[in-house]
C-alpha cells in the first residue's frame, strides 16, 4: 500500500472544503492527531513512521502556495 496516497486521500477527505486554506487546516490537524495518536498506541514513533504523513502534508501545502501564488 502506499501509505502517502493513503494519507493525503484521508487529508482530503478530512478537509471542509477544497479551499486551499481548509485543507491546510485539515492537513494541521490530521498530522497533529496521527502523531499523538501513534505515541499513544506505541510510544516509539520514529521519523520513519512519520515520513508518509509528512509528504502527504507537503503535497497539500504545496498546493496551497502555489494557490497563493497565482492570487
Do not use: C
Request: no cysteine; charged share 25%; glycine share 2%.
Amino acid at each position: 500500500m502506499d501509505w502517502e496516497e493513503y494519507h493525503y486521500r484521508a487529508i482530503l477527505q478530512s478537509a471542509a472544503s477544497t479551499d486551499p486554506k481548509d485543507l491546510v487546516s485539515a492537513a494541521n490537524n490530521y498530522v497533529a492527531n496521527f502523531a499523538a495518536h501513534s505515541m499513544l498506541v506505541r510510544r516509539n514513533l520514529t521519523l520513519e513512521d512519520l515520513e508518509p504523513v509528512v509528504k502527504a502534508y507537503d503535497r497539500i501545502f504545496d498546493g496551497y502556495w502555489s494557490k497563493q501564488v497565482e492570487e
